[in-house]
Structure formats: C-alpha cells, structure tokens
Antibody, heavy 119, light 108 residues
Framework: QVHLVESGGGVVQPGRSLRLSCAAS????????MHWVRQAPGKGLEWVAI????????YYADSVTGRFTISRDNSKNILFLQINTLRIEDTAVYYC????????????WGHGTLVTVSS | SYALTQPPSVSVAPGQTARITCGGN??????VHWYQQKPGQAPVLVVY???DRPSGIPERFSGSNSENTATLTISRVEAGDEADYYC???????????FGPGTRVTVL
C-alpha cells in the first residue's frame, strides 16, 4: 500500500528558507519519479517540480525556478523540497505525489504539509 | 502555456448524473486525467488517460475526451461524491503538468 507522509511545514518569515520532506513506503521508491504540488488556501492545484527516479533529472514550474530545489535520498526513501527566499505567495499546502511507471499523471498523493509565510 | 477551463460549480441531485467538463485547445489530442479532492483531504486520482480507472475507483466514474472538451461523468451520484474535481494534462516541456481550475460538485 503506497504511503506518502509530508513534514517540515510551519510558519516562517518572508525571506527565510524551509526544507520539506516526504517519507515514502509501500512501494519501490527508487524506481519512481516523484512530484511536488502545492495548493494555496482556497485555490487550485499548482504543479511545482518533478525529479527522476535516480535524482539526476529535475524540472520546475517557471514560478519557482531558482528558489526551489527538489532532491531525494533513495537510501532512506525520502523526497525533499528546499524552498529559499520564501514569499507571502508561497503560502500553501505542499503535497508530494508519485509519478506512475508510465503515463503523465500523479497516481498517489500524500496528505500535505502547510507552509505559512508571514511576518 | 496550455490553458484548461472548467465550470466553477456543478449541482446534481442524488442518483442523477453529473458531467464535469474540461476545455482546452484540441484537448482531444492529449491524455486527460481527473482528480477528486474532498474538503481537507489530498487529491485522489479517479480517471487517467481519458477513461481508465485506477483500482478501487467505482465504475460510476467514467471519462471521455474529444476535440476541445474532455468530460468526467459521475453516474448515480452519491452524497460522498461531493468534492472538487480537477482535470490535468501534460502541456509542454516548459509547462508540463497543467491543472484545470477545478469544479466543485454539490450534491443537492
């Protein structure tokens, strides 16, 4: 049973940094690409980033390029999202999600972690 | 970037059929995926590749896609189907995973 658990969210001041984690279990983590998706309060879903199964290839939404870094530790089955120079508009629930072995969608999602950027 | 449109809301009586549309330029040439998100919960994939259902998703959920409109159909609607529904496509290399704005389904 696929299980994804995000952590690391909280209240943070503008300009600071934060690292989110996503612990994966119930599947062979090392063989799947992984995503981050965010959802601002009361808004829709916004794709943030994807990382290949071995961590060598990474792609980002234009809105976060240069400030966000996706990475993974395949020895510990953990996905990360480093967010630098946080902005008010980064306030959102951040979800990690699995990319299936074939196709262009997200097949399993975690419950999300809330990041609130506020002074 | 590739843009998707969805109606903000759809209302349906229990037992009836709900149809949620997702519009896009020549969307029929793309694979469309649908997610259900209940209040306070994570999204759940309900249809992928236009019309396939993941295991555990009831047959009441079906999808179609042609020309400029994709449709998620929920047959015999139940109170538990009340949720936000998002369509998603692969847009382009510069804008890969595009979500629609979402449709709130209300069961009357």
């Amino acid at each position: 049973q696929v299980h994804l658990v995000e952590s690391g969210g909280g209240v943070v001041q503008p300009g600071r940094s934060l690292r989110l984690s996503c612990a994966a279990s119930g599947f062979t983590f090392t063989t799947y690409p992984m995503h981050w998706v965010r959802q601002a309060p009361g808004k829709g879903l916004e794709w943030v980033a994807i990382i290949s199964s071995d961590g060598t290839n990474k792609y980002y939404a234009d809105s976060v390029t240069g400030r966000f870094t996706i990475s993974r530790d395949n020895s510990k089955n953990i996905l990360f999202l480093q967010i630098n120079t946080l902005r008010i508009e980064d306030t959102a629930v951040y979800y990690c999600a699995r990319h299936p072995s074939s196709g262009w969608y997200l097949d399993y999602w975690g419950h999300g972690t809330l990041v609130t950027v506020s002074s | 970037s590739y843009a998707l449109t969805q109606p903000p809301s759809v209302s349906v009586a229990p037992g009836q059929t709900a149809r949620i549309t997702c519009g896009g330029n020549n969307i029929g040439s793309k694979s469309v995926h649908w997610y259900q998100q209940k209040p306070g919960q994570a999204p759940v994939l309900v249809v992928y590749d236009d019309s396939d259902r993941p295991s555990g998703i009831p047959e009441r959920f079906s999808g179609s896609n042609s020309e400029n409109t994709a449709t998620l159909t929920i047959s015999r609607v139940e109170a538990g189907d009340e949720a936000d529904y998002y369509c998603q496509v692969w847009g382009s290399t510069s804008d890969p995973y595009v979500f629609g704005p979402g449709t709130r389904v209300t069961v009357l």
